[in-house]
């Protein structure tokens, strides 16, 4: 994950570059690299604003997927690039961590309501 990242160039552009550290982009080595990047930052965005977590139904996934699924569009390659391609979000480990948390969360709000 340290090694990764990749950025829209030219900015504003949904045109994908892989960088890689100590290395130049394979685009044009004399183009300087744009700060466009396509990971969400959650200190700067909202991260509701790009992801869904699945949690109604009858069998709750508990699986984040990307608010929109234009797969042309800016959005979605953030939210694809965030989930799927850098920090694996909906990795089984993550996703039954997710899973019991809910569980543990809906135990105790059940027996809270019991009590009062």
Excluded: C, M, W
Aim: aromatic share 10%; glycine share 2%.
């Amino acid at each position: 994950k340290i090694d990764k990242f990749a950025v829209f160039s030219p900015k504003g552009s949904t045109t994908k570059i892989d960088l890689k550290r100590n290395t130049k982009p394979v685009q044009d080595a004399d183009a300087p690299v744009t700060d466009d990047g396509l990971l969400i930052n959650p200190r700067l965005e909202n991260p509701s604003d790009f992801f869904n977590l699945h949690i109604t139904g009858k069998t709750p996934t508990f699986f984040l997927t990307p608010t929109t699924f234009d797969y042309a569009s800016r959005n979605y390659q953030r939210a694809d690039y965030t989930l799927n391609e850098l920090l694996k979000l909906n990795d089984t480990l993550l996703t039954n961590a997710r899973k019991k948390a809910y569980s543990d969360l809906t135990t105790d709000l059940a027996n809270y309501i019991k009590r009062t």
